[in-house]
């Protein structure tokens, strides 16, 4: 399928010499997610049946908040219309181009068979984009990064997606260089049968560790809690030794590993430890603390009992401690789940549905379950600005969940005038790179006032507006 830019400036697909129609992004004229999504499906499907492989990579705009913040979002539109247009031109008829989210666009590139190749790839994609753009007075310097995947016929879209996104959070944090590829041999240390012993091994040497990015109130502008993320340092994953690996990649097996109730433990008494220190320190007594809970967990009999310990065992109250279900993962079977979560609810424990609106996250799930916090995902955030349909989609979302009595947190926020829209579209609470990136506790200890200071300026202009500064609706 090859895509071709018309004269006013859209893209149209040929395949077999007909033009088609296709979703297209409303900034960029590019294809959009969806119809990335389909390539993704289609070239797997190749390559399972024939073995041919694909290299999928990310670009991103690393520097896009610095320049909406500090020029205005009509010159971060114009980097990203400049950025598309080089993308469509270097890769031409060889592969396929599309807007993936927010500052990042993905490519698909057939016919790649090993880490080298797909690093050259990179390397040429980087080459060919603009290192500055010129708007009006200003000259815009433009930072990328960049992430390559290779496809193995083992994988699934899902994983396949997981990994390329954790490759590109990596290249952005990078000083330089920005490219970050990886290969067969990366994807084959993550396959379950693998991973199983090795990660009981992982749990037993201290090798995982925690991650808290700030939730901030948009109506009071205060800091009103954390969610903790999981990461493995393992020093023997990537290719050049140690390196931080997200859930996404490891979850399959974990889930078929002794080590899922421990860990699972582990992560909620280090979250409410840690909340509980920053909670005395900056005398918030309802900052909370969110983390993720795997329907393995949940099924398991020990559930209830363990999380309980542990609020009782850190002096915390339930209302601070925030669960959240992953609409995706628990959705198929949360009838099975709702029972032990409801007890939970009961105690004062705050029950959040995460990716809400998309996949199994629908609102047929808080018809059926009475949550007292929903999630909107970073794909629905993301569009806000870019397009009046996202603005319409969000809203409504949000005025649904408050007609339920829900408390809406917005992920992903990266931008101001996604902080401000949202708050003027009713949410109550957002993180996001906007406020910070999730960072380690020791991090999360010397940054703490500022965090405070973030969300002040963040704060909602209008007063009139019911403030949750003291925590979620629970």
Not at 222 to 248: C, K, M, N, Q, Y
Not at 261 to 269: E, G, I, K, T, Y
């Amino acid at each position: 399928m090859v895509f071709r830019r018309t004269t006013a400036g859209s893209i149209q697909t040929t395949e077999n010499g007909v033009d088609t129609d296709t979703n297209l992004d409303g900034l960029t004229g590019l294809p959009d997610r969806w119809q990335l999504e389909q390539w993704v499906t289609t070239n797997l499907d190749r390559c399972r049946r024939t073995g041919d492989r694909f290299g999928m990579f990310l670009v991103s705009v690393a520097n896009l908040s610095e320049i909406n913040n500090g020029y205005g979002s009509a010159v971060g539109d114009e980097v990203l219309q400049a950025i598309a247009e080089s993308l469509s031109t270097s890769v031409g008829a060889r592969g396929s181009v599309a807007r993936y989210l927010g500052s990042e666009f993905a490519v698909i590139w057939p016919g790649l068979f090993g880490a080298d190749e797909a690093r050259r790839v990179a390397n040429d994609l980087v080459s060919m984009l603009p290192l500055q753009v010129t708007f009006e007075n200003f000259v815009v310097p433009v930072h990328v990064a960049v992430a390559g995947l290779l496809s193995d016929h083992d994988t699934n879209e899902r994983r396949l997606l997981v990994d390329v996104e954790a490759a590109l959070a990596e290249a952005r944090l990078q000083k330089s260089g920005h490219v970050v590829i990886r290969d067969e041999t990366y994807s084959a240390q993550r396959q379950p049968e693998v991973l199983a012993v090795r990660l009981q091994r992982a749990f037993e040497n201290d090798e995982f560790q925690l991650y808290f990015q700030p939730i901030v109130s948009l109506t009071g502008g205060t800091l009103v809690g954390f969610e903790a993320v999981l990461r493995w340092l393992a020093p023997d994953a990537g290719p050049s030794g140690a390196e931080l690996i997200s859930p996404g990649v490891f979850l399959e097996a974990l889930r078929a590993s002794p080590i899922v109730v421990p860990l699972h433990a582990w992560v909620l008494r280090e979250t409410l430890r840690h909340v509980s220190l920053w909670n005395r320190r900056l005398n918030l007594p309802s900052l909370f603390g969110a983390t993720n809970l795997d329907p393995t967990f949940v099924r398991d009999s020990r559930f209830v009992e363990v999380v309980m310990s542990a609020v009782n065992e850190l002096g915390v109250r339930p209302s601070q401690v925030l669960l959240d279900v992953n609409g995706d993962s628990a959705g198929p079977e949360i009838n099975l789940l709702w029972p032990a979560l409801q007890i939970l609810k009961a105690e004062g424990v705050g029950i959040a549905l995460e990716d809400f609106g998309i996949g199994f996250g629908s609102p047929d799930l808080l018809r059926r379950c009475r949550f007292d916090v929903i999630r909107l995902p970073r794909v629905l955030v993301g569009g806000l600005g870019l397009a009046d349909e996202d603005r319409v989609i969000v809203g409504n979302l949000i005025r649904m969940a408050h007609d339920l009595g829900c408390a809406v947190i917005a992920e992903g926020v990266e931008t101001k005038e996604q902080a401000e829209m949202l708050s003027k579209l009713g949410c109550d609470l957002a993180q996001g790179f906007l406020f910070a990136r999730p960072a380690p506790a020791n991090e999360v200890d010397r940054d703490l006032d500022h965090y405070v200071q973030i969300a002040k300026s963040i704060g909602a202009k209008d007063k009139q507006r019911p403030s949750v500064s003291d925590g979620p609706r629970y």
